[in-house]
């Protein structure tokens, strides 16, 4: 039974650049948050994907978009990258919106 | 707004002893979870335990256990015969329990663990 998966691993941008990373959640599940993880924090909420719509939003501006598919996996697209956008950027999923929350590895995004 | 605070930016233990680590948080619900997430240098956000706010017996997972006191809205893990590999960050983060709504979790700073051979 796989896991969360997140790709890519690693991604090296440079400031005022798009980027998208992608997550496929746990067997079995159907909803996806993302959370962003400065160096030294704990993660932050951005948003989470129900039924292929964002159901709530953290407080991230417009630049942080996503998406979610039929099939349940999910995208996240940051436009007009800044420097304070570095971090690790957590995918999680769940079996509806209420139970628990399974965490994939994580893509570590750096932008210079 | 929910906040969780841990005090603790670093701990460390002997192998083979025991460690609390802290927590407290801040919300105006009467119905909630709680949660310690463990995360190792490989980054990947692992479930240690979890605690029901409607429930008063303290959850315990193996050596993980928990010391929840809902009034005074603190919730610390106790790590028993502690082992190299518990090394690792420690997150407490909260959950509202509501149906409606998205069920984001809220996490404190982390406690960085070191477990000394």
């Known amino acids: 039974d796989a896991g969360v998966t997140q790709s890519p691993t690693h991604l090296i941008k440079t400031r005022g650049q798009q980027v998208t990373l992608r997550c496929s959640p746990k067997s079995g599940h159907d909803t996806v948050s993302w959370y962003q993880q400065a160096l030294g924090q704990g993660p932050q909420f951005i948003f989470q994907y129900y039924e292929e719509e964002e159901r709530q939003r953290g407080n991230f501006p417009d630049r942080f978009s996503g998406h979610q598919f039929p099939n349940y996996s999910s995208e996240l697209n940051v436009n007009a990258l800044l420097l304070g956008d570095s971090a690790l950027y957590l995918c999680?999923?769940?079996?509806?919106?209420?139970?628990?929350?399974?965490f994939g590895p994580g893509t570590r995004l750096t932008v210079t | 707004a929910q906040t969780v605070t841990q005090s603790q930016p670093e701990m460390s233990v002997q192998e083979a002893e025991t460690v609390t680590l802290s927590c407290t948080y801040d919300?105006?619900?009467?119905?909630?979870?709680l949660f310690w997430y463990k995360q190792p240098p490989s980054r990947q956000m692992i479930l240690v335990i979890r605690?029901?706010?409607?429930?008063?017996q303290n959850a315990t997972e193996n050596r993980f256990s928990v010391n929840f006191q809902k009034a005074a809205k603190s919730f610390s893990l106790k790590i028993s015969d502690s082992q190299l590999g518990d090394a690792a960050m420690y997150f407490c983060?909260?959950?509202?329990?509501?149906?409606?709504?998205?069920?984001?979790?809220?996490f404190g700073q982390g406690t960085r663990l070191t477990i000394n051979p």
């Open positions: 983060a909260y959950r509202r329990a509501e149906i409606q709504g998205a069920q984001k979790l809220v």
């Open positions: 919300t105006s619900e009467s119905d909630y979870y």
């Open positions: 999680a999923s769940s079996r509806g919106r209420f139970y628990e929350q399974y």
């Open positions: 605690q029901e706010a409607y429930k008063q």
